[in-house]
């Protein structure tokens, strides 16, 4: 595997989730397969479970692991070509991806939708740069449009929980704050287009996510409706495609609740967190032993060891 970024590079799903129990069962059982390989985890924003989860996969892998805070450590980069470089960023990517990847074996990348250009976002001209110039394989570790490492966790923990062959999967829009990416429910969609479920979103009008990502899904605008049945319930906030990058609704009518929960079919509450409390959620159903929030984030350990270790086979 020469890089990974959406569904389509983890191959055969089946094969895929078979791969995550071995691993889960036998975490340490490759552990001198990354002897004396290097990964760098470069992040460009934020992150509490990609970082650690990453790490530590590829330390069970017997990696060494080098993380680069850009914001903080390193020097601020710039990603436009052609332009006169008398701003506040000193380094041009150009140089900067090449460079890292003359110290390493993998890079791992985390960059989100900045919400300045949709065509920069949707083109993810971060991310290429990185593998177009980095001369070593890619991993995303959430991009401007797609999460595939916590996409593949989810299916992992959906296959872990179900209780039926095809469970009815409903992703719900729910209220936040602030403007957030559509990289997580754009990889959740993609991931389960190919899963065996049968996939529901629901969101108000206006919060439709790109074309690509909700064709051949059932959309469902009665968030109510969308519930009845649903044996996974996956609530995310996103920010408005169309309008993009906009907050269009706050309506605390779509937290989702007790009452809602109820006109499932005993159904998993899912996120990837961080969670907004009484916002997307109430405490009331994150905290129920219907929540499987912690099991999920326990899965990126699994989705991202699967990814290093078919990299570091394939060197
Ligand atoms: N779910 C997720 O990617 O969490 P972090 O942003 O903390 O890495």
Redesign the pocket.
């Known amino acids: 595997m020469k890089r990974y970024l959406t569904v389509d590079d983890i191959g055969d799903l089946e094969v895929a989730l078979k791969e995550a129990a071995e691993v889960k069962a036998n975490p340490y059982k490759w552990d001198t397969l990354g002897k004396n390989k290097t990964i760098v985890l470069i992040f460009f924003n934020?992150?509490?479970?990609?970082?650690l989860s990453t790490q530590k996969a590829a330390m069970n892998l017997g990696m060494n692991v080098i993380v680069l805070d850009v914001n903080k450590d390193g020097w601020k980069l710039e990603s436009e070509f052609g332009v006169i470089m008398d701003g506040d960023k000193p380094e041009h990517l150009r140089e900067a991806v090449p460079v890292i990847g003359r110290y390493c074996d993998i890079i791992g990348v985390r960059s989100f939708a900045t919400f300045e250009d949709k065509a920069a976002d949707y083109e993810e001209r971060i991310l290429n740069q990185f593998i177009e110039f980095a001369g070593v394989p890619i991993i995303s570790m959430?991009s401007a449009t797609r999460?595939p490492l916590?996409a593949f966790a989810d299916l992992f923990t959906i296959e872990e929980h179900k209780t039926k062959a095809r469970p009815k999967v409903v992703l719900t829009w729910a209220p936040h704050p602030r403007a957030l990416p559509q990289a997580v429910p754009n990889s959740f969609a993609e991931w389960m287009k190919k899963a065996d479920v049968e996939f529901v979103i629901t969101h108000p009008k206006g919060y439709e996510l790109a074309p690509e990502f909700s064709e051949g899904a059932t959309i469902e605008y009665d968030q109510k409706k969308a519930f009845e049945g649903a044996d996974f319930i996956y609530a995310k906030n996103w920010s408005s495609f169309t309008e993009y990058g906009q907050i269009l609704s706050k309506d605390m009518s779509w937290t989702v609740n007790e009452e809602k929960m109820a006109l499932t079919n005993n159904a998993k509450f899912m996120h990837?967190?961080?969670v907004r409390r009484n916002m997307i959620v109430t405490d009331g159903v994150i905290d129920s032993p219907n929540s499987i929030v912690i099991d999920e984030?326990e899965n990126?350990v699994i989705s991202a060891q699967v990814v290093i270790k078919r990299m570091l086979e394939s060197l």
Do not use: G, I, K, N
């Open positions: 934020s992150s509490l479970r990609t970082r959430e999460h916590q990837c967190l961080p984030a990126r």
